[in-house]
Every structure is written in structure tokens, then in C-alpha cells.
């Protein structure tokens, strides 16, 4: 008589890390895509440009700061103005 057969499952299966966004849209005009991000830890400056109306952001960064955070900082400021 032989042994039955384990039904042990096989090790999950990992799901693959998506790389943040350093692409945003432009929230004075509009556009898809427009406003790219180009972070500076050297200077610890982040500035965020839109490629179509030309509007340009800077904010102080630190070594754990990521373009995501450079937009929210944007938006927030754009709240705050008005």
C-alpha cells in the first residue's frame, strides 16, 4: 500500500513592484502627461516643470522624498493660494 499524495500548496507568488509615477497632470491647463519631475538630492530641491504652459514648482526635499511627494507639495500650495 503506498502513502496518498500531499495536497500542500506551492509558495505564493509574488507580485511585481510598479515604479512610482514621475509624469503628472497639469493642474493649471489641463493636460495629460505634462508635468514632469526632476528631483535634485544633491541641492535636496525638487522641482516639478509642464511641459505645454511652462508653470514651474520648487520645494526642499530629503533622501526619502519622491516625485509623488513634489506634486502633492504642488497642490497643496495651489490650495493654499487660494
Same mark, same amino acid.
Given at each position: 500500500?503506498? %502513502? %496518498?499524495?500531499? $495536497?500542500?500548496? !506551492? *509558495? *505564493? %507568488?509574488? $507580485?511585481?513592484? /510598479? *515604479? =512610482? +509615477? #514621475? ?8 493636460? #495629460? &502627461? +505634462? ?5 535634485? $538630492?544633491? $541641492?535636496?530641491? !525638487? %522641482?516639478?516643470?509642464? !511641459?505645454?504652459? &511652462? /508653470? =514651474?514648482? &520648487?520645494? *526642499?526635499?530629503?533622501? =526619502?522624498? /519622491? ?9 497643496? +500650495?495651489?490650495? /493654499?493660494?487660494?
Amino acid at each position: 500500500m503506498g %502513502r %496518498r499524495k500531499s $495536497k500542500r500548496k !506551492g *509558495p *505564493p %507568488r509574488r $507580485k511585481n513592484i /510598479e *515604479p =512610482l +509615477a #514621475k509624469v503628472f497632470d497639469c493642474p493649471f491647463c489641463n493636460h #495629460k &502627461q +505634462a508635468c514632469e519631475v526632476i528631483m535634485d $538630492k544633491v $541641492k535636496q530641491i !525638487g %522641482r516639478i516643470t509642464c !511641459g505645454v504652459c &511652462q /508653470e =514651474l514648482f &520648487q520645494t *526642499p526635499i530629503n533622501f =526619502l522624498s /519622491e516625485p509623488v511627494d513634489v506634486f502633492n507639495d504642488w497642490i497643496d +500650495a495651489c490650495e /493654499e493660494v487660494n
